[in-house]
């Protein structure tokens, strides 16, 4: 902490918003960063103030951070999803703009693998509905449509990490697992994956979705898809609040022919707490409504901030980039190397540019021009940007720098030492 650095780690300004977990906190101070941190979700304003000198921004599901928000973040650096989605943030302008994006895409899957199948099981049982009229004084032992979920076909849509897990963990409780995916998986244990969403549905005693908000799977499960489940079938929705209808959903199960729902994300949500929560889901029997708590558990909350925040520190500190969605990924070592008997610690540059044909051939021209000694060089590149890292002698690092900012090409570079 107290050697000279290209840019002293006591400037470097972190912002959090939303509630992420105190860890993130103690590990950005622990390097020695400043830190700002914030409940709730700020509005777009707010969080242009927020960003205006940050280097680092972290936020969780209900932050946008928009084109113009990178705008308003001249300085920033890089910016952490502490969650697994990242469609609130603007991947391809951070892109555009050499600013790497970072999630946590399975620290919360167990989390919510078991809020599942928590589900699965209560709505089998009438739990909730069950749990209020006992809370309102009302005793009413009975078996009429409660049923064990062994024996019974759950229809998982989208196979990934989450619904994966969700398999096998149903399976080992005797369901039958069907899933449907579009694109070919290994299916576990004895799960069967079915060619078609439509078959999915007609053959599942529950439906649970784990897919991604994309333009396809907006309101992937409408009208005529619940028309096609089962009568008396159920309906579970842990993935994004835009996938289902949630008017039919309603209407669906006023009609009888879905028994049950439970959903944990909605297509409008409250941006903070207290705020009022409205839904045609509301009233109805046999309908479990958490606040997107799927993975909002203290394991998950804290496996995320140490995920996301080991990514975010190691990009700051020696220039990494796996684990980023939006730019290409370079796993970078350590800037210390032997030379003989010493131990010397090269300059680092890192440089993102637009991924257009010559720019490798300007930055090594120039650089050949200076007689300048490279000990490393690293590159990846993406359809929009290349990001090349150049280990290069202590003498030779702020010229170099200066050299390759003048290239047209140039998005952003920066010096490590």
């Not at 700020?42 to 940050?54: E, G, I, M, T």
């Not at 502490?82 to 999630?103: M, S």
């Not at 009429?144 to 619904?163: C, F, K, L, Q």
Request: glycine share 8%.
């Amino acid at each position: 902490m107290t050697s000279k650095t290209s840019y002293p780690k006591a400037k470097i300004n972190v912002v959090l918003v939303e509630s992420i977990h105190p860890r993130a906190n103690d590990l950005f101070k622990a390097e020695g960063f400043q830190v700002q941190s914030m409940a709730g979700a700020p509005d777009a304003r707010k969080l242009a103030s927020l960003v205006a000198d940050a280097h680092v921004l972290g936020i969780r599901s209900k932050s946008d951070v928009t084109p113009a928000i990178l705008a308003a973040a001249p300085k920033l650096l890089t910016v952490g999803a502490f969650c697994i989605g990242t469609n609130q943030i603007a991947i391809d302008e951070a892109c555009k703009r050499g600013v790497p994006v970072f999630n946590s895409p399975f620290s919360n899957t167990r989390s919510v693998a078991e809020l599942t199948i928590a589900e699965a099981i209560g709505l089998h049982r009438g739990l909730g509905d069950k749990t209020i009229q006992m809370h309102r004084g009302d005793w009413d032992k009975s078996a009429a449509g409660s049923h064990e979920v062994r024996g019974r076909t759950i229809g998982i849509v989208g196979y990934g990490h989450i619904g994966s897990q969700v398999s096998v963990l149903a399976e080992a409780m005797g369901m039958r697992v069907v899933f449907f995916d579009i694109i070919s998986k290994m299916a576990l244990g004895n799960a069967r994956m079915v060619r078609s969403l439509k078959e999915l549905l007609e053959v599942s005693d529950i439906v649970t979705l784990h897919v991604p908000a994309t333009k396809q799977t907006q309101g992937m499960i409408g009208k005529s898809e619940l028309a096609r489940m089962k009568k008396g079938s159920f309906l579970i929705n842990n993935a994004r609040g835009s996938v289902v209808d949630v008017v039919a959903l309603a209407a669906a199960m006023k009609s009888g022919h879905i028994a049950g729902a439970a959903l944990d994300v909605f297509p409008d949500e409250p941006a903070a707490k207290g705020e009022k929560f409205e839904s045609p889901l509301q009233g109805l029997a046999n309908v479990f409504l958490t606040p997107h708590v799927g993975g909002s558990t203290e394991e998950a909350q804290e496996a995320i901030a140490e995920d996301v925040c080991d990514k975010l520190i190691k990009f700051v500190n020696i220039g990494s980039t796996t684990g980023a969605v939006n730019v290409p990924e370079v796993e970078l070592p350590e800037q210390l190397i032997r030379d003989g008997a010493r131990t010397v610690r090269p300059h680092r540059i890192l440089h993102f540019h637009k991924n257009v044909p010559g720019v490798l051939s300007k930055m090594h021209t120039l650089i050949a021009n200076m007689n300048a000694n490279i000990s490393a060089e690293y590159l990846r590149t993406n359809e929009e940007v290349g990001y090349v890292v150049l280990d290069v002698d202590p003498s030779d690092g702020e010229a170099i720098r200066k050299k390759l900012a003048e290239i047209p090409e140039t998005i952003r570079v920066r010096v490590l030492w």
